[in-house]
């Protein structure tokens, strides 16, 4: 599906009835991630995933250097389908994307779902390399920066047993021009530090990680979950940093659990 607002072509899905869920994608990749959601959960919710600015099916809006231009775009898409408040669901960049939503738009979150994703900004030697990965995928393209995110993404037994979801994921990333992959690195670089918000918190929250994550390891969801109040962790055994496609059963009953627990 595709929407056009305020002039830009938006790529959204948007199926099923009942509570929105709205799934927010990862680093560089497409709406397409949460397809073993969507096949789960379609029946039971309101399940809308959206390409953030640049990626699959939406326009590019090249000068954006923040994220809460991400943040802003869903809230225009949900304006747009007429849907007050939902539950967001966001991994990694998704959910530093959902960071600056609570921030800015906290009346319109019911729940929120964090997963494989950091409240801190980004180290200098972080930007540092957001920098040289800018310099990879304008000299040498996305298949460059396949090489280099997909030993990031997915755990070594993925990456050794599971040629189908490497190539997914492969493709998912070369779909992605090297113009949005610059603005989504200015952008993660640019973003402030959320451990303050944490506190500050107050919607349902599920926190879900991979054991095996090397790109937001294990630790860190644990320090969001002792400074959200109320919150839960879940750690999926066998999944890497893109938890929902490695391990999609265990990820959506984690879910499903959070949903049916709040009652959402
Ligand atoms: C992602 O999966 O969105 C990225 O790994 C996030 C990041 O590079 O910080």
Known sequence: MKAVIKGLTVGYTDQGKGTPLVFVHAFPLSKAMWQPQVDALKDTY???TIDLPGHGESDIVLWNDTLDGYAKSIICLLDHLGIAQAVFVGLSMGGYTLFSLYRNYPDRIQGMVLANTRAQADSEEGKAGRRSMAEVAF???????ADLMLPK???????????????QVRQMILQTSTATIVVDLVAMAARPDSTDLLPTITCPTLIIVGENDVATPVAESHSMAERIAGSTLVTIPGAGHLSNVEQPA???????????THRL
Do not use: G, M
Not at 250 to 260: D, R
């Open 46 to 48: 309101r399940l809308i």
């Open 153 to 167: 993404l997915l755990a070594p037994s993925t990456l050794d047993h599971h040629s189908e979801i490497v190539e």
């Open 139 to 145: 000299k040498e393209e996305s298949s460059a920066i």
């Open 250 to 260: 265990a990820f959506n009953e984690a879910l499903q659990s959070f949903l049916t």
